[in-house]
């Protein structure tokens, strides 16, 4: 692929530090930073409030092989543990948030509605590995605005349909989880921990322990946090291209088992994940959406 030449887009810088190389994008709506391990946005701060909108973990490990805990990782092609038809130690979520990433396209842009935003299309280098042979093409297209906006394309380029499953595996930065109440997720959910399908979410929608869930059948496109004292929005998000949300925050003892995460950290994190879950059909020469917005 031909380099990108990135001064030509003035809101972008492209930084080599402690985190790797991270593309810096700064312009009049936004600020936002992009780690080119696995195309992981790890911060989008939106100017109207100045207020971040990723959690990043404080113990996150930036050694370029290791998953970022925090921010969005792309799971991709298949979302949990491997399916044992792959090989022994597949890892979980697939394997392209562990791959470098390349800038396709980056561009200022003013949307439609007369708003200033930063367009970056990032490539994964490699795509085939741990035997999940495929013909697939994939891209990350980033919008930073008055919103983030972020596209999974993956499209079929083969003559059969082609089956998977992915999540963008959000992580909203939240002011404290005893304080939240979630907006918008209502129905049936599986939960991951216990394996049991619960015909009802609860209402009002609180976490006060561990949660893992699989959320299949949410009427609502846009989903709300909220702080429960003040009932200001906290974080919202939409999605498309999904068959189900997942709500997961690890709380006190798992979070203890996981080297990249602090004892507290769990308390400011909560991942609302655009997912397919269930099997995605991708038909040949077809191209697959999965959006998320974060405002
Ligand atoms: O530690 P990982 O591989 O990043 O996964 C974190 C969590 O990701 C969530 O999406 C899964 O539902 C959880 O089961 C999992 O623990």
């Not at 990135?6 to 593309?23: A, F, H, K, P, Y």
């Not at 605005?145 to 999540?167: C, F, R």
């Not at 561990?210 to 946090?225: A, G, L, T």
Request: hydrophobic residues 35%.
């Amino acid at each position: 692929m031909a380099t990108v030449d990135l001064q030509q887009t003035s809101s972008l810088t492209l930084e080599s530090g402690e985190q790797g190389n991270v593309l810096n994008i700064d312009n009049d709506n936004a600020s936002a930073r992009i780690s080119l391990f696995g195309g992981h946005l790890l911060s989008y701060i939106n100017k109207k409030d100045n207020r971040q909108r990723l959690w990043l973990s404080d113990e996150a490990i930036f050694d370029n092989q290791t998953p970022i805990r925090g921010g969005v990782p792309i799971c991709w092609p298949w979302f949990g543990e491997a399916s044992t038809s792959l090989p022994d130690n597949s890892p979980s979520h697939g394997f392209l948030r562990t791959q470098t990433w390349q800038v396709e396209h980056a561009e200022d842009v003013v949307s439609q509605n007369k708003v200033r935003e930063t367009k970056i299309i990032l490539v994964p280098s490699q795509m085939n590995n741990v035997g999940f042979n495929t013909n697939l093409n994939v891209r990350l297209l980033i919008k930073v605005g008055d919103s983030l906006i972020i596209h999974l394309e993956t499209t079929n380029l083969s003559e059969n349909p082609i089956e998977l499953s992915q999540a963008l595996h959000t992580y909203l930065s939240i002011s404290d989880i005893s304080n939240i109440v979630i907006d918008g997720v209502t129905g049936s959910y599986l939960d991951k921990l216990t394996g049991i399908s619960m015909p009802k979410t609860p209402h009002p929608y609180l976490i006060d322990a561990e949660v893992d869930r699989i959320h299949s059948h949410v009427q609502e496109n846009k989903v709300m946090v909220i702080d429960k004292e003040t009932n200001e929005p906290l974080a919202q998000v939409s999605q498309r291209g999904h068959d189900s949300l997942v709500i997961w925050n690890p709380w006190i003892e798992k979070s203890a088992r996981m080297k990249d995460m602090s004892k507290e950290g769990f308390k400011t994190m909560l991942c609302i994940e655009a997912a397919n879950t269930d099997g995605l059909q991708i038909g040949p020469k077809e191209t697959h959406i999965l959006e998320q917005i974060i405002y």
